[in-house]
């Protein structure tokens, strides 16, 4: 029996890489320092808390999901502005 991806993210993650990467190739950067902080966490009933931003909240925000181990990575669906550039955004977070 596989798990479902539902399944798989019920519980809590910390935080270990945000990087940005410009549209427009130019140098990638790490905008929350090289050792972030946060952690982020999923309800087994599909609910997921703990945003960066405060004017998130109650917003949905597609992200691009992959799991290889005890990681999980999440990317921006479609790129955001950051910082005046067009980016797209890498959050890897590992089981707390």
Known sequence: MSTTLKDQLVGAWTLVS???KPVDWS???CPMSEKPMGIIM???DGFMFISLFPNW???T???VVKIEGDLLHLSNAAPIVSGGKTVNSYLTWKRA
């Open 42 to 44: 999923y309800t087994p």
């Open 18 to 20: 945000y990087t940005e």
């Open 61 to 63: 925000q597609p992200r």
């Open 27 to 29: 140098a990638p950067s």
């Open 57 to 59: 909240t109650g917003q």
